[in-house]
C-alpha cells in the first residue's frame, strides 16, 4: 500500500524520539523495532509496541495519498534528528520509505510484518489533572525498585477510590505515596469502600515506562487512566500509551502502617538548601555513600565522614521540635527525597529507633509522602 503525506519535520521528530524512549529497542527481540506509520485524512499514526506495552501517536498531516508502512524505531528517531528543514515529505517507493526535504533525500527500508494497528486500550476508569499527575508520578516511580527479579517492587500502584487517586511504590529502604483529585469516568461514579474498588482502579504499573510518561503528558489538561483484563493503559490528547498490569498484590495492611508517623522530632529546613548540604556532604561519605542528619534545637546538621576521604560538617536554621535525635542515610535515598520538594520547605518527621523518616511539604500541597529507612549505626563508626 502506497502512502505520500506531509507534515512539519519536528513534530515528527518529536514523536519518532518520544516513541524510542518510551519503547527502547532490544537487540533481543528485533522483530519488534518497527514504528507502524499509516496515513489517512487530515493525520498520521503512529503504532508501536514492544511485545508487551504499546504506545500510538497522532499528528495533524497533509496525506496525499493514503496508505501505511513499518519503519525501524530507532533509524526513523536518528535520521529525523539530524534535520533541521522546516517540512518534511514521507513518501513509499517500494520497498523503501523516503523522507524528503528540500535539497535532500533518505531512503528508510520498510520493515515487515506490521506490528498490530494499535494495542486493545482497556476502558475509560477516570480522570486526573495532567501537571498533577505527572509531577506526583515522577516523584513516586523513582522509589520504584530496578531489580526485575522482584517484579513486585518495579510498578507504581494506582488506585483510585472516595474521588481521590493514589500513587505508591517502595524498593523495600524507601516509600514514595501521593494522592490527587480523581473523576470517574461515568460508568464508575457509584461510591466505593476503600477496601475494594470494583468499578475503580487497581493497577500496578511498571515504574520505567510511568516515569517516561510523565515527561509526555505534563501540558495536557487531563490524563484519562484505564483498566481491565490485566492491563492499564494512560491516554491525553495525541497519545495512548498501554502496558501490563504487573501481577501482584501489595500488603496493604502493612504499608498502611508505614505510612501512619509517629514523630519523635521534626525540622522544618528549606529542601534546596539541605539538597545543597547532603551533596556537598556525600564527597566525604566514602564508598558507603551515607551522611548524618543531627537534629537539635533550631538547626539541622549534614555531616560526612570517611577515614580516607575526611570529613565534613554543615549546620543550616531549621524550625526544629521533639527530641534531638541523630540518623544516618544513603545520600543518594535523601536526594531522591527532596527533588520533589525543591523550591519550598520540607519537613523530616524522625521516628523512634529505625523506624522511617517522613519528608512531607508543610503545606498540603503537593500531597506527597517520601519515606526512607535510616542505617543501622553511623557508618563511620
Sequence with gaps: MSLDLSLP?????????????????????????????RGAGNRLELHATDGEAAASVTLPALVHTDGEAVLSRRALADTLAHLDAPQLRVVVKGSRVALRTPGARFALPRLEPAPAAAADVPPALGTVPGAAFAAAAAAVAAAASREEALPLFTGVRLRSADGRLSLLATDRFRLAAAELPWQPAPAATRPVPAEAVPGGLDVLVPATLLAEVTRLCATADTVTLHGGDGRCALSWPGW??????LA?????????RLLEAEPAA?????????????RRAALYAGPTGAVSLD??????????????????????????????????????FLLDALRPFAGGPVRLSLQPALRPTVFTAPTPAPDLRYLVVPLRRDPAS
Design 266 to 278: 521534626e525540622a522544618v529546613v528549606d529542601a534546596d538548601e539541605l539538597t545543597q548540604a547532603v
Design 9 to 37: 519535520t519536528a513534530l515528527l521528530a518529536d514523536a519518532a524520539a518520544r516513541l524510542l524512549r518510551l519503547l527502547p529497542v532490544r537487540a533481543i527481540r528485533p522483530g519488534l523495532a518497527g514504528v507502524l506509520l
Design 295 to 332: 537534629l537539635a534545637d533550631g538547626q539541622l546538621r549534614v555531616q560526612g565522614r570517611d577515614a580516607q576521604a575526611g570529613e565534613s560538617e554543615e549546620t543550616l536554621k531549621a524550625d526544629t521540635s521533639g527530641d534531638w535525635l541523630t540518623r544516618h542515610y544513603q545520600s543518594r
Design 240 to 245: 495512548t500509551v498501554t502496558a501490563p498490569s
Design 248 to 256: 501482584a498484590g501489595f500488603p496493604d495492611a502493612q504499608l498502611r
